[in-house]
């Protein structure tokens, strides 16, 4: 399929907050005892645009970290080097869906958080990249091939290490509670939660990126490999952060704010128990300042060792909340939900 002299597109996929079972969509866990996540998208967003130049380059952007490359229209570059996301999505789109021409085009990319949240930033951002490509292309592709398609550009071409809720949160969007079933298939159920409820869950939450940035590698890589040699203690905990996610979903769907609290927290204790580095210094001083200031219970989301925390409290509470997080030292703020996943639209010129 061509894509025209005229093209000009952008498409944007949400962040999510891990709310609990995050780990069960890891293999080899997934794979051998099925995975349970229960998870939510923000408000946040990774953007991409595409469009057609006139300098004959292949020319990737990432602007908010400030890089950019210049490369000739080829589907010989190492995807596994330089901006290696725009590489590998580009690289597939063109051999899978153009006919394997190298087409000059100019790929721009955002995301409204730093680089290394906890927040799914970077399958939200391949995830928005195909959504582009989907739309400028008109390819027949649902939530479910997309989310599918990014976690093998992510994991498979790239080797990138981490789990698969992600690419499906960024894809589908929404309150979502997420299956990893044995056989490799992935069911994304949405949470009918009534509007009540999902206000109350909504005014009692407070995020906070923490100020650092965090690689995840390192703490997957250490649960991944806990999990291969079946270490008991592992095995248990992320017995326990799957049931978790079953009772964290039962609790929102009556309503229980103060139940999804008391799951949350015991998340908390079973997540940093599955390896090293989860939690450290800045993450303690911020959820024991949290927790002086009323906060009924938090975690990091995604991986650890930074990036963004959450924490519920009474609603009453949530202004001296994210105050007193301020003043520890993190960047709070309340949240609000989104319903829609990834999305493309044209620009006019």
């Given amino acids: ?62 602007r908010d970290v400030g ?132 206000n109350e869950f909504e005014a009692s939450l407070v995020i906070c990126f923490s100020g650092q940035s965090r690689r995840s590698d390192s703490i997957i890589k250490e649960q991944v490999a806990g999990l291969n040699k079946m270490d008991e203690k592992t095995l248990i905990h992320m017995h326990e952060l799957k049931q978790d996610a079953i009772e964290m979903k039962l609790a929102l769907l009556r309503g229980d704010i103060r139940r999804t609290a008391e799951i949350l927290g015991h998340s908390w204790a079973s997540k940093k128990a599955t390896a090293a580095g989860i939690s450290n210094q800045t993450v303690d001083q911020l959820y024991d300042a949290a927790m002086a200031a009323g906060a009924w219970a938090g975690k990091v989301s995604g991986a650890g060792g930074g990036g963004f925390m959450m924490f519920l409290t009474d609603p009453e509470n949530s202004y001296q909340l994210i105050q007193a997080l301020n003043e520890a030292g993190g960047q709070a703020s309340a949240v609000k939900f989104t319903f829609e996943g990834a999305e493309g639209w044209p620009i006019s010129a």
Avoid: K, W
């Fill in 67 to 198: 890089e950019e490359e210049i490369l000739d229209p080829s589907l010989d570059h190492p995807i596994r080097e330089g901006l290696m996301l725009h590489r590998a999505v580009y690289t597939h789109m063109m051999r899978t869906y153009c006919d394997g021409v190298a087409v000059p085009l100019t790929m721009s990319t955002t995301i409204d958080v730093p680089a290394g949240s906890g927040l799914g930033a970077s399958s939200a951002l391949v995830v928005a990249l195909i959504e582009a490509f989907r739309y400028a292309l008109r390819l027949p592709l649902g939530p479910y091939d997309v989310a599918r398609l990014a976690f093998e550009i992510e994991r498979v071409h790239l080797g990138l290490a981490g789990g698969r809720q992600d690419q499906y949160s960024a894809a589908f969007g929404g309150v979502n509670f997420l299956e990893f079933l044995t056989d490799d298939r992935v069911i994304v159920n949405p949470l009918r939660i009534r509007r009540e409820h999902l």
């Fill in 1 to 62: 399929m061509a894509i025209g002299d005229a093209l000009n597109v952008r498409a944007r996929a949400p962040l999510r907050l891990g709310l609990a079972g995050g780990g069960t969509d890891l293999s080899p866990y997934c794979n051998e005892y099925g995975g349970n996540v229960l998870n939510a998208t923000i408000d946040r967003f990774a953007y991409a645009h595409l469009r057609a130049n006139r300098i004959g380059a292949l020319v990737l952007r990432a």
